[in-house]
């Protein structure tokens, strides 16, 4: 596919070479079209050496090739990356003092825009009117992702990950509507990882969670749209850039966190394997091994449960305005027995946690803990059907984010 990929002039403009990267490693052919702007941040030698194509946006370069008029002709696909509230207003009015400018024009395949502006002009009325001029005759605008922006602000305006653009650009190209980032101005809280009860300043009780499906269940809210605030107990994996994360130890710690973060979410991910116990008394000092003295017998206390918590404060309107649209999910790794198969559990605790989706991993001892496969089915309390998913974590997660979008979008139906 021939793709014409046009450059803003926002800081933004470095990750589109990442973008970049996606369109050619899936066999297309780039001509990159950076503004005057855009080369001060990313200059015209990165975007020719990796896309492999001369590069300018000058209307008087190889003027025999007729460039101004062939390249939006011959382009399947035009992406604009990082969409600046400028380039809008370009678009929107249909000027053309630069070849990008006369490349859109001239654009006879779809054409996506990926917005990413502070979000005062985002939501300016003027680049507002811009957004709907352009989609009012068909072109593709993408609601930027929330999040941290340039300076210590935040909100929405974000770039969308490349991934997720590139997502959105391959959809377009084949004819769907739904384009947009499925969480597109959403905030999920996600924990991760597992507990750890201290016994003594050393010693805790902890359990096998390595945090790899809570990381990539963050990654794929990130790159749907979502601002990410990962509650990251023990993991062994490194939280995923692009999210906020706040550190946790214990049960309790983990509580206070999710209590606090669930406030302003419109989705919480309780991933994290937490802790059904915690040593009763936590010793101030290392518990001695002596000969002269009986083995220490450990009594453990009953933990929160804090999915439920989460839920019966949902329901209670605890937790703010956007309470009564708060998706929140569990996870439930079971195993079968004699008295019940594992579906069977499974539906009992989407019952009794009374959560939205129940997310169930069979396991054994070979399977789920620190594996990077996982099979999952997905449980509604709706009680539409259960949703099976298989394959990589990254899979996995990708199944449940596109899961908890389709709900969101129910809930706002039903609103
Ligand atoms: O009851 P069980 O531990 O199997 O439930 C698992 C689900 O409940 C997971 O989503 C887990 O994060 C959550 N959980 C919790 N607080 C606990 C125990 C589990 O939120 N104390």
Not at 116 to 137: F, Y
Not at 160 to 181: N, S
Not at 241 to 256: D, H, I, K, Y
């Amino acid at each position: 596919m021939r793709i014409v990929l046009g450059v803003g002039g926002g800081i933004a403009a470095y990750k589109v070479a990442s973008l970049l990267r996606l369109f050619t490693e899936a066999g297309h052919d780039v001509t990159v079209i950076p503004t005057e702007a855009a080369t001060r941040f990313v200059g015209t030698a990165t975007w020719e050496a990796l896309s492999g194509n001369p590069v300018s946006n000058s209307v008087f370069d190889d003027v025999h090739q007729v460039n101004h008029v062939r390249l939006g002709h011959e382009a399947d696909l035009v992406v604009i990356a990082p969409a600046t509230a400028d380039l809008l207003a370009k678009a929107a009015t249909g000027q053309a003092g630069d070849l990008l400018t006369n490349t859109l024009l001239m654009a006879h395949g779809p054409v996506l825009f990926a917005p990413a502006m502070h979000t005062e002009m985002w939501q300016h009325p003027a680049t507002r009117a811009n957004v709907e001029t352009l989609r009012g005759r068909g072109a593709a605008v993408l609601e930027p992702a929330s999040g941290r922006l340039t300076g210590s602000d935040s909100g929405p305006g974000r770039l969308p990950e490349p991934d997720a653009i590139f997502d959105a650009a391959m959809a377009l190209v084949h004819g769907q509507t739904d384009f947009q980032l499925p969480l597109a101005g959403k905030t999920v809280t996600i924990s991760a990882g597992g507990t750890r009860e201290p016994l003594d300043p050393v010693r805790f009780l902890g359990n096998r969670s390595s945090g790899k499906q809570g990381v990539a269940l963050a990654i794929a809210a990130r790159n749907a749209g979502a601002t990410v605030r990962l509650l990251a107990a023990h993991m062994e994996v490194p939280p995923p850039p692009g999210v906020e994360v706040v550190n946790v130890e214990t049960a309790l710690q983990l509580r206070e966190a999710a209590l606090a973060a669930a406030a302003d979410s419109d989705v919480v991910i309780m991933s994290a394997a937490v802790a059904d116990f915690r040593p009763a008394e936590i010793s101030d000092t290392k518990i001695k091994k002596r000969d002269d003295t009986a083995d220490p017998v450990i009594t453990l206390v009953r933990n929160p449960d804090i999915l439920q918590e989460l839920v019966e404060r949902r329901n209670q309107g605890v937790t703010g305005p956007a309470a009564d649209r708060q998706l929140i999910v569990g996870f439930a790794a079971e195993t079968g027995d004699e008295h019940g198969d594992v579906r069977a559990y499974a539906e009992a605790k989407l019952q009794r946690k009374g959560c939205d989706l129940l997310v169930v991993n069979h396991v054994g001892s070979d399977k789920v803990f620190g594996k990077d496969t996982n099979s999952v089915v997905i449980l509604a309390r709706s009680g539409s059907e259960p949703q099976e998913a298989s394959g990589t974590k990254a899979d996995v997660s990708a199944a449940i984010i596109s899961r908890i979008g389709f709900e969101l979008n129910q809930v706002s139906h039903r609103a």
